[in-house]
């Protein structure tokens, strides 16, 4: 195998060990895989010209924009008992697919990925979401963390967003 | 409608109790688009959405898709996003700037007053005898805005925007018109959607402070939430059912020391300029919560002196597209207009830590409303039943929170809209 096979190999390991961190409710060990100055950023989409849309983190509305408190926020509030949108809790199953390393230079890396959602709810309500997210990491082998994660969700209308990416 | 779908007896005035019908039942539903959006005025965009001659965005009006731009003259038109040839939508983007409007299906072009002035073929295959000037993209028959708030209706005789707004208008001031730079909307719309009615949303911003501790229990125990108001009530913490339907709930409201730096002095200066144009009774509750629902579905919420607005666009009886938009001062400070942004994200939008809670409430309420059984049974609006009082200082019949005098407003008012026939002397 390639050195280039080998690295998207080895993100793509670690995505599918997030996925089932999120998917087995063990949401204090996924926090850990953040660096503590992360920016959790996933903009609001728009149907505009080609080439118009503006996904930047600006003065623009977006669905999440949390750093590692805000992130920290979420799970707390889960695990508060009385978040009543995921309590019971949703059977949620997550989906990474098409990873590729855009750029690594051994500190500092660049992996874009594409991911599936599946939410189950209130016995029939199924809901996907669909999307791709262009991960910064940092910190090198032995020590890598998200740095900045860009959630693009495919949706121009959201359902209720309860699941995290 | 046949008798058992009266809306007299789905809403009962004396007992104070709605029928579940009127959330479930796809007659309701259908008749609710002739009575009520086919009539009343319905919030359609932000004057500073279209700015600039050509400017347009694309909106809702109930379940018709509508345009609204500005024309080379500057003036505002509220057309349906419709070619009069075979319906298409002639607009197919959320907003942009155009010169016209092309119909993508056989290319019939209109300007930005609406008038047909491009037809394929003209000549060869109409022989010039169309007559254009007949076939103009259709206009809403009333548009109008109350400070930037672009409103339309369907209804050529409905009342003005102002007297439909009436009293309310001393409570929109009191979030619109605190300063002479006037407001603007930040970038970005959060439209999300939920399997419910529409009405769940916009009762509850009508005047449902009595389920924040319960439904939003989780905020409060990560320390986001606490039983806001209570301090003075009657004076700052109070709601109000106006005449024409439309309710507020304002609450007394601590601001968060950490945030003092940044809006401390903009709430300063806000009230500084605020009290050359309101009322000192209107001053008094800036820096309150404020929410608040004009009939029939647009709703605001404003707290640390920011405001985010909505619009319910019914689905059906069964889903809702929720729109909502930041609407910040337009001189505002950077540190402001950033503050503002991340307040309306976090809290109330799709994946906010409010707003998670409610579409949940709002779904499940439906689920069960929909049972046959279930909807012999009414709902109970019987809160403070008969211990409203009126002020001569702010209109409408108030009292301090938690009551439900203004959500049954907002129902006698449907209920209103509803036993009207459209029937003209």
Request: aromatic share 12%; hydrophobic share 40%.
């Amino acid at each position: 195998m390639t050195d280039r096979t080998l690295l998207r190999l080895e993100f793509e390991q670690r995505y599918f060990e997030e996925a089932a961190l999120l998917d087995q409710d063990r949401l204090e060990e996924w926090l850990d895989l953040f660096a503590d100055d992360v920016r959790y950023f996933a903009p609001v989409r728009a149907e505009l010209g080609r080439g118009n849309e503006d996904l930047a983190r600006g003065l623009r509305l977006s669905i999440f924009d949390d750093n590692k408190d805000g992130l920290k926020l979420r799970v707390a509030r889960i695990r508060s008992g009385a978040a009543h949108a995921d309590e019971p809790p949703s059977h949620v199953r997550h989906f990474v697919t098409n990873v590729r390393v855009l750029q690594c230079d051994g500190e500092k890396a660049t992996v874009a990925s594409n991911f599936i959602v599946f939410k189950s709810r209130h016995g029939r309500d199924e809901t996907l979401f669909v999307g791709r997210r262009e991960d910064r990491w940092a910190g090198g082998p032995g020590n890598w963390k998200i740095a900045g994660r860009l959630i693009v969700l495919d949706h121009n209308i959201l359902e209720n967003v309860t699941v995290l990416f | 409608m046949g008798t058992t779908s009266d809306p007299a007896t789905l809403i009962d005035l004396a007992d104070r109790t709605v029928s579940p019908k009127i959330f479930a039942d796809p007659e309701i539903y259908r008749a609710e688009q002739e009575r009520i959006f086919g009539r009343c005025w319905l919030y359609v965009a932000h004057d500073s959405q279209v700015p600039n001659p050509g400017d347009f965005v694309t909106s809702f009006m109930g379940e018709e898709p509508v345009i609204v731009c500005r024309d080379l003259d500057g003036r505002v038109h509220v057309f349906l996003n419709s070619c009069r040839h075979r319906g298409m939508q002639v607009c197919r983007f959320e907003q942009g700037n155009a010169r016209s409007f092309q119909c993508p299906y056989h290319g019939w072009t209109y300007d930005m007053t609406g008038r047909l002035v491009g037809v394929p073929d003209f000549r060869k295959a109409y022989y010039e005898e169309l007559d254009r000037s007949k076939w103009g993209l259709l206009e809403v028959p009333r548009s109008a805005a109350y400070r930037g708030l672009i409103f339309a209706s369907f209804e050529e005789r409905a009342p003005s925007l102002e007297d439909y707004l009436g009293g309310f208008r001393w409570y929109l001031d009191m979030v619109l018109d605190r300063s002479a730079s006037g407001m603007m909307t930040l970038p970005g719309v959060h439209k999300w959607t939920l399997a419910t009615n529409w009405k769940f949303g916009a009762e509850q911003f009508s005047g449902d402070n009595y389920h924040t501790m319960w439904a939003h229990q989780s905020a409060v125990r990560v320390g986001l939430a606490e039983q806001f108001g209570g301090a003075e009530p009657w004076q700052r913490d109070f709601e109000s059912a106006t005449d024409e339907g439309h309710g507020w709930i304002n609450l007394t409201f601590d601001d968060p020391p950490e945030l003092n730096e940044v809006l401390g002095p903009y709430l300063a200066r806000l009230r500084e300029e605020a009290a050359k144009r309101l009322s000192p009774m209107q001053v008094r509750q800036i820096g309150c919560v404020h929410v608040g629902t004009v009939f029939p579905n647009f709703s605001l919420l404003s707290f640390l002196g920011f405001l985010s607005i909505r619009a319910w666009h019914p689905r059906g009886p069964d889903r809702v597209d929720v729109w909502s938009w930041s609407l910040v001062q337009r001189d505002a400070p950077q540190a402001v207009l950033e503050l503002a942004r991340d307040v309306q994200v976090r809290t109330f939008s799709p994946a906010g830590i409010f707003e998670q809670d409610d579409g949940e409430m709002w779904t499940a309420c439906y689920q069960t409303l929909r049972g046959t059984y279930r909807r012999r049974f009414p709902l109970n609006y019987q809160m403070s039943a008969n211990h409203g009082r009126t002020d001569p200082e702010r209109p409408g019949l108030l009292h301090p929170p938690p009551t439900e005098i203004g959500i049954f407003g907002f129902y006698r008012r449907w209920r209103q809209a509803m036993a009207d026939d459209g029937a003209r002397g």
